[in-house]
Nanobody, 121 residues
Framework: QVQLAESGGGLVQAGGSLRLSCAAS????????IGWFRQAPGKEREFVAT????????NYADFAKGRFAISRDNAQNTVYLQMNSLVPEDTAVYYC??????????????WGQGTRVTVSS
């Protein structure tokens, strides 16, 4: 079982940047893809990005392409989500998750508690 803890959220102005971190513990962390999802108030959780266990494969939601970048450092047991050119619509709680991968939540069994991102206009 992988335990995950997100950090790095906060309040940022539109056009700004944030880097989210997902710290993992557990012996099999580096063997699994890691995904980022987000949930805005009153909306369903949606896929943001995913990265393969070796970091060679990444996939992004359309809204994230060109603005967000996912990366991982298995030596540090950490996955990052660099978010640039933020807009108010990016306001949400961001979650990282570990599992078999893909762009739907059903592909991930272990979830963190989330970190809140608020983008002001």
């Amino acid at each position: 079982q992988v335990q995950l803890a997100e950090s790095g959220g906060g309040l940022v102005q539109a056009g700004g940047s944030l880097r989210l971190s997902c710290a993992a513990s557990g012996r099999t962390y580096s063997s699994y893809p890691i995904g980022w999802f987000r949930q805005a108030p009153g909306k369903e959780r949606e896929f943001v990005a995913t990265i393969s266990w070796g970091g060679h494969y990444t996939n992004y939601a359309d809204f994230a392409k060109g603005r967000f970048a996912i990366s991982r450092d298995n030596a540090q047991n950490t996955v990052y989500l660099q978010m640039n050119s933020l807009v108010p619509e990016d306001t949400a709680v961001y979650y990282c998750a570990s599992g078999i991968g893909g762009s739907t939540a059903v592909g991930y069994a272990s979830w963190g508690q989330g970190t809140r991102v608020t983008v002001s206009s």
